[in-house]
């Protein structure tokens, strides 16, 4: 239940966040005037309805539509969706099932396909599907259809694994300038070492191997015809490039090719790589590639390069074609006819043909390789020790570097952006944006999310269909994607009406509107350019004051402004140039002009009914409400002390204070006079029967007083408080005011506050009784003082008189003869 009623207000909200979306956003669609913008336009779709709809704007949003195209034939409505269709979809080749790493299981290979398209065979058990004559497959899958809108994104899942024990060819390139004597013989004493070192690796090893010097011309190799033959001792004449050994799994024979290779002699430091470089990538039948393996190009030298353009210094200026050129004995033929392949020339072969060039350098060039590998694609560099002694680390290494990472790359072009997303091999990770991923082992299993957007709808038609590659650097396998740009309309192309009469004769007729044809125009073709100038009929709508075609608010048709036409039918915008509208004026509690009683609205300005004034017509127009009822002079406004506005007195200020009163009626100064003499004897019959007017007069008083227990003055309603004692000394008050009728209201004392009469004589008897009481008691007081006193004399009297009868013996003024002194220092030896 609480479900149910969640839901329900989920969908109510959604709905009303939709009308107010829809209402207060501009549609997208509303301004696509045909079909094909319409369609490129996401979450847009045409109506071609030619029979329950005649409307120009026939872009919608089917989730919203607005009359007159919600009674569109819903068969008639083009709004093609997103469409995947999977063509090849081989299982992965892996032998590691139930080793570590990520197992590949059936349901991870086909998961994100939506079962679309035949997913291949189960996974290939035990041995590797190729060595039974099938192909090893890394990535799945490998071909797709698909049918995009533009700007909407589209996710395919796609899926790396590396085989085990995938093949790798290895093609040996070596510099064998004089200086690389050395090195040329610690590989031959390698060669085995290498070999067996790979083949540990993968058991489908294959090894090759060529050499270059640098094209024999002038400057770069001396051509006096007896260097040309021995440039240096032991050396064989120079050559451009020789392809010794092709790819073969006879490793011996590598060594011995490497030492049967002799070294050569050249003038200049830089060395011709580059033709070999493009040589051993380009021949792929002379060097041997395999169609399935990981190619490696081993680059050795200890000099730098020459690139395009350096050729001229020898007098060559073909470019380099990019073709292979090899004769039977495996010299490059063409190296003193075209110059040396640049670098982005270099990059493009060997991203065509898969290959991971590694740059063994000695040291002192390392820093120059290390960039150039940054513009060959899959390429890496490594240092080279003096001797090459540690080439077969080197190579080793580079090779583990290469195949435990994937990167994924495309060839798609500007109109389509892609983008990779991977959680590598952190399966319970975050998705990130990548394209890129370390530490893969054989047989885990990485995929890669590849998002595609069709920015815009490329410009020629023709290029709405692109073969899209998404390939591992690297390697000869990719996921190809034919996709198709949902970019135009069948309607555009098939069942149109030339010189249809429901164009006037001027325009093609398709998809439920009309193509004109030149000078015609209008959304019927009805309007025609007069010729001199094509600008002229649209000029004429343009409102000078924003710059825009019928104020931004209408279309221009044959030069008139057609304005639109408001959801709401309250609202009508109007005017030559739609400037106006009759919905924009100033509001007053949500209505316009306060209403239609008040005003009417006219091109954004109140227009007000009699009565009503100021910009929302919300004040009254009335001066006689601020004309005090009983004043004298019944022109006298405010009372001579304010200005009236919307019927409410504003009274003026002065240095003591503001003049108050509805009327502005009571001044703040202190002689002012006020009415309240004039109400008193009113309110004194009225309220407290007293004062002096006959009955008669009490009942012509003009108001009849509310009574109030305590009178309280309400400054705001222009209350004036009106204190009196009357004639019995009793107090009394009230207050007075205007109503908004302008009639005189007054609220008064309940009761009126008398003094309370008083019992003089009781006054009078109780003081001369509490004085003679006071008294009365003071002398008893005293009387008992005196008494304790005389008896205490007494007694101190007798007690004496008895002393005085005991010591009669003593004369008191008798001194004795003889006196006694001690000496205070005398300790009683006696
Ligand atoms: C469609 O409406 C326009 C304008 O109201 C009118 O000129 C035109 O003839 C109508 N076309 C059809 C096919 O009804
Ligand atoms: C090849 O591998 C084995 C065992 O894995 C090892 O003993 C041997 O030394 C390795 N050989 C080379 C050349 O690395
Ligand atoms: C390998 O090459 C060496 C030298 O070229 C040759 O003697 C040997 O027969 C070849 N081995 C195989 C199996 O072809
Ligand atoms: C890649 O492999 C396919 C067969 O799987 C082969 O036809 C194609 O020529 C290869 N491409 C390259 C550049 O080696
Ligand atoms: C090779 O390098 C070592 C030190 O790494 C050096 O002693 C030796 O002379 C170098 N040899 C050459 C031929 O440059
Ligand atoms: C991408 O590569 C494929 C195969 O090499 C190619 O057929 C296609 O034309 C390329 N696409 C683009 C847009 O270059
Ligand atoms: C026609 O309009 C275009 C662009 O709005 C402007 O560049 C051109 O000068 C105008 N031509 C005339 C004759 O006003
Ligand atoms: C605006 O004009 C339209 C058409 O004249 C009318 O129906 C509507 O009542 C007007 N609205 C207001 C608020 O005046
Ligand atoms: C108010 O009404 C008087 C007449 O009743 C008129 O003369 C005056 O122009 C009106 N003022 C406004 C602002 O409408
Ligand atoms: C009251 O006093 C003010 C200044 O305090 C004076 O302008 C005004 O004329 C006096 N009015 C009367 C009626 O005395
Ligand atoms: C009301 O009567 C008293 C005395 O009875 C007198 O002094 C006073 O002037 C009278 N007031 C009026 C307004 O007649």
Redesign the pocket.
Known sequence: MLVHITLLIGALLAGIQGQILQQFTQNPCDSRSTCHECIATPSCAWCYDTVNINTTKRCFQPSYPLPPLDKCDPSKIYNPDNEMIIISNRALSSRTEGEGGTLITEEEQTGGFGGGGGAGGGINQGGGAWESGG?ITQVRPQRIKLKLRARQTYSVNMYYTQAEDYPVDLYYLMDLSKSMEDDKEKLSALGDHLAQTMRNMTSKFMLGFGSFVDKVVMPYVSTIPEKLRHPCTGCVAPYGFRNHMTLSTNTTSFSHMVKRASVSGNLDAPEGGFDAIMQAVVC?EQIG?R??ARRLLVFSTDAGFHYAGDGKLGGIVKPNDGECHLDQRGYYTMSSKQDYPSISQINTYVK???INVIFAVTAEKKEIYEQLKEHIEGSSCGKLSNDSSNVVDLITEQYQAISSTVQMKHNASGSVKVRFFSKCLDSKGREIETNKCGNIKVGSLVQFRVQLEVVECPSDPRDTKQLIQIYPVGL??SLLIDLTMLCDCPCEHEGFERNSPKCHNHGTYMCGICDCIEPAYGPYCECNKDGTSANISTANCINPKNGLECSGRGNCICGKCECEQRNNPEEAISGELCQCDNFSCERHNGLICSGPEHGTCVCGVCECKEGWMGDNCACRNATNLCIKPDSEDPTLICSGNGECECGICKCRETDEGRYFGRFCEHCPFKNCSDDCEKYKECVQCQQYQTGNLTEEECRKCPFTPTSARVVEVDEKNGEVLCPFYDEDDCRFSFVYYFDEENKIQVRAQEERECPATVFLLGIVLGVIAAVVLLGMAILLLWKLFTTIHDRREFAKFEKEAMMARWDTGENPIYKQATSTFKNPTYAGKS
Do not use: F, V
Request: charged share 40%; proline share 0%.
């Open positions: 192909t792929r590639w169609d399935q065509k043909n898969a000869n396998e």
